[in-house]
């Protein structure tokens, strides 16, 4: 499974970037806002840092000035993905990017039907919203599960991409149900590594080790 780092704090990314574990960057207007930077900018210096697909959203809701914006990100850097409302207008973006060979991400996604659209409309990425989708009682897992489903029976090639994942367990889930991609938050890409036991059981060994008086090269 592809993980992705959901922000636009370039640091945030950079430091993350060492294990070769990160394939790559989602952003929108939101991430982009609290970083207090501006989406061309700020997206083409993520470009820089990353060499994996980096999703860049459109802040038009219409379909020209969605085009517009799309086509102006997609220029940044080869590794962009337009990133779309799942909106009627969004869907016929998403067309339009498909036929042009730009690679597009449709965002807010909270619906087998909605995806199933989205693959329809030739989609690169479909991001459905797991954190909301549970914060408004309904079962954000089993929407990624069903959209599964649904593409594998009709061997649709949209990527799934799952998003608002606010927990390592979310991403656990995630690849459990043959999600492609999941993209969290830095913090939860450092909580994906931590576990207690691993803490307490190198604690122990490096205490047993340094009883003998050895180095780690004796
Ligand atoms: O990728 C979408 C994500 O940023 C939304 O997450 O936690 O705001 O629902 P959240």
Known sequence: MQIFLD???IE?????????LVDGVTTNPSLIAKAG???FERVA??????????????????????????????????????????????????????????QTNVTLCFSVNQAL??????????????GRVEDAGGDGIGLLADIRQVYDNFGYETEILAASLRGPAHVEAAASVGCDAATIPPKVFDQMVAHPLTDKGLATFLKDWE?????GLD
């Not at 945030?12 to 070769?20: E, N, P």
């Not at 659209?117 to 797991?130: D, H, I, R």
């Open 45 to 102: 210096e993520i470009c820089d840092a990353v060499d994996g697909p980096v999703s860049a959203e459109v802040v038009a809701t219409e379909v020209g000035g969605m085009v517009e914006e799309g086509k102006r990100l997609a220029a940044i850097a080869p590794n962009v993905v337009v990133k779309l409302p799942l909106t009627a207008q969004g869907l016929i973006a998403c067309r339009t990017f498909a036929e042009a060979g730009i």
């Open 117 to 130: 659209l989205a693959a329809k409309a030739g989609a690169s990425y479909v991001s459905p919203f797991v």
């Open 7 to 9: 922000t636009a704090e």
């Open 211 to 215: 009883s003998t008086g050895r180095t």
């Open 12 to 20: 945030d990314i950079r430091s993350r970037l060492d294990a070769g």
């Open 37 to 39: 930077a501006g989406i």
